[in-house]
């Protein structure tokens, strides 16, 4: 075991090694431009954790996107490392083994919480994961930030001393409109290079088309969910329209999405959040999931070409 780590250890470059990977390429910076990559989350569907890797590697896939959900964060990075993938991020967990609102309640599930979260930010490190996506909150209205702000305060220390700690950067995902005052919360009392915004443009254009998030956020994206919606919150529970299907199956606009990542300053993978079997899964019962997993590859194609075309116009 200590082996392993080591192991793994002296093969994660400090922060400042890898940028001196990235100055040396920097004498093609049309090929980045042009040829954005793409991944996938390997919470797709249903076929089970090493099966979906195997089907995402043979649809051509070589970026991953691993939801944690409570299940060994370790195990599944180490699984996922044998299919040869780049893991650029992984969510951690909102609602197992805790949820995530207790961030924001002093008491013991608060603190296990943290501590929690501390110990997957190491296996990020560990793994070379340089990004842990984390929500502020699980659901919409289901607490009032504002009843303990300095619960909520001493939880987001902790968990970013330790994201600085194991130089792993933090990405809180924007969720809804009332989360969204969380995220402003947040980034107002904290500043730090390692503290940054998950963009989820099926979030942005579900619950909160108005806000321009390049207005707090640009320069500080370190991660992207890209999927498609109907852009309509059903009642009681707005939640249910958060789709996830493919870019092109709902009614988002993805020119505006791709306007966003360029004013965000977003120079990463572009990252499908899709799924199979969630909203849209009528529209993909008929499919196999390597006949979903082709498509969201010929879908993520498109959009990292025209990502590519719009930066090479913007430069
Ligand atoms: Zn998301």
């Keep these: 075991m200590k ?21 040396r390429t920097e004498m093609k910076p049309k090929s980045t431009e042009q040829e954005r990559e793409i991944g996938i989350s390997v919470s797709f569907g249903k076929p089970g954790f090493k099966k979906s890797l195997k089907l995402i590697k043979d649809a051509g896939f070589k970026n991953i996107m691993i939801l944690e959900n409570g299940r060994n964060l370790a195990r599944l990075l180490k699984t996922a490392r044998k299919f040869e993938f780049n893991i650029p991020y992984v969510h951690l967990s909102y609602k197992k083994p805790f949820s995530v609102n207790s961030l924001w309640v002093n008491g013991s599930a608060r603190e296990k919480l943290v501590k929690n979260f501390v110990a997957r930010i190491e296996v990020c490190k560990k793994y070379g994961v340089d990004t842990a996506v984390i929500h502020c909150a699980r659901r919409v209205n289901e607490l009032d930030y504002t009843l303990d702000k300095e619960a909520g305060l001493e939880s987001i220390k902790e968990i970013l001393q330790a994201a600085e700690k194991y130089n792993v950067k933090l990405a809180f995902e924007n969720l809804n409109k009332p989360e969204n005052e969380y995220l402003n919360f947040i980034f107002a009392n904290f500043k730090s290079p390692n503290l940054g915004l998950c963009y989820d443009c099926g979030h942005h254009f579900l619950h909160s088309p108005e806000v321009d998030f390049s207005k707090q956020f640009a320069g500080r994206c370190f991660a992207v969910h890209l999927h498609d919606n109907m852009t309509v919150q059903p009642a009681p529970d707005p939640w249910r329209g958060d789709l996830h299907g493919l870019p092109g199956d709902g009614k988002i606009d993805f020119d505006k999405v791709i306007k966003n990542l360029a004013q965000l300053n977003y120079k990463g993978i572009l990252m499908l959040e899709c799924s199979k079997v969630s909203g849209l899964s009528d529209t993909y019962n008929s499919m196999s999931d390597a006949e979903f997993l082709a498509e969201a590859y010929k879908r993520g194609k498109k959009l990292a070409v025209s990502v590519g075309q719009s930066s090479k116009k913007s430069l």
């Design 3 to 23: 082996k392993t780590n080591e192991k793994t250890k002296t093969a994660v470059k400090p922060a400042s090694k890898r940028k001196s990977v990235t100055q």
